[in-house]
């Protein structure tokens, strides 16, 4: 018997949104962790709001909001917010009720202000990252270190010259017209008006030049977790510089093996890491000069595993930047970049700390 194809809505539901989440869904293993991680950061919640006024947003809600607009690219918080109004997933994993209004984007973005302008993105990450090691999941043996180029939320024509006018008032002020053919352009005489902390680079010959930041990763080899991530301007030393300031936190005295590419193949570089307790598992980088990488480390088979295994942190970045929306960045200024680049890495070590976890079940 044909059904009937009526239009009227019920008036009343008796199914909850926890109720109407599978219970396999991804995101309730997920959502279990954070659940934890949100309970341990309290304290440092409770340091970024007053004792009087009226009740904000809830920052457990927020993260947990912000979380979920990294998992599923979510482009803009008015989009975030419109997700939130009729996807009850959504709803379930922010711990909003069926019935609960959702707030206004501009509130949400006030809110979010908070968080931002705090440490909450590195507490976050490091609670993820106890995580892990109270699983097991997590070595402190062999590590990666390597470098992407985030691209900033600034153009070219924002590129100008220190202390310049403005352009020709009769030009459309909104997109004017610039003409810089022949024009010698650099980061110590020129700055973009829109983001001064962005600067001009390019990582390999060939490459165009952009207004980008340099994103950087450790990354422990056993099980692919990122257990350090930051945010620099760019230039020809911050990537080794980095990596060298990402070892002085690792925890522990004991030797461990660290794998890099061709870039790091330095003899400051090699010789840093060894004064450090690390062994340079660098890729050799013979063209046109002696490598910094000799027999010493080449002729132990450990060396040809931490080749292998370094390419993995490829996968993290590439993540980033097709999930995590970070291949260019939304916001301005090395702090902010840099919050939602760590926030962002710990996402990732969430989802792969749930396919493993689940992968061992």
Known sequence: MRGTDEKQDLMFSYISAEKRVPKDHPLRAIRTMVDAILMEMSPAFETLYSKAGRPS?????????????????????????????????????????????????TVFSKNRERLLDGDIARIFFEQVL??????????????????????????????????SKSSNSSDDP?????????????????????????????????????LCYLGHLLMENRNGLAVNACITKASGRAERQAAID????????????????????????????????????????????TSAIDNRTTRHSGYAVSQRKRKRVEEIFGWLKTVGFLRKTRHRGVDRVGWMFTFGVAAYNLIRMRNMLEASA
Request: net charge neutral; charged share 30%; proline share 3%.
């Open 246 to 289: 990402m070892l002085e936190e690792l925890p522990g005295k004991a030797r461990v093996t660290l794998a890099a590419d061709k870039g790091y193949d330095t003899n400051e570089f090699v010789e840093k890491t060894r004064s450090l307790n690390v062994t340079p598992h660098v890729a050799q980088n013979n063209t046109n000069r």
């Open 174 to 210: 909104g997109n004017p017209t610039v003409d810089f053919r022949g024009e010698k352009r650099s980061n110590e005489t020129h700055e973009s008006t829109t983001d001064p902390d962005a600067k001009l680079y390019k990582k390999a010959a060939g490459q165009e030049s952009k």
């Open 57 to 105: 947003i809830a920052p457990e809600k927020l993260l947990r909001a912000l979380l979920l607009q990294v998992l599923y690219t979510v482009r803009s918080e008015r989009l975030l917010m419109e997700q939130l109004d009729y996807n009850l997933l959504f709803r379930w994993f922010v711990g909003l009720s069926m019935d609960d209004k959702v707030w206004d984007a």
């Open 130 to 163: 106890s995580l892990a090691r109270s699983q097991h999941i997590l070595s402190n043996e062999h590590f990666t270190v390597d470098g992407t180029l985030i691209e900033a939320w600034a153009g070219h024509k924002s590129f100008k010259k220190k202390g």
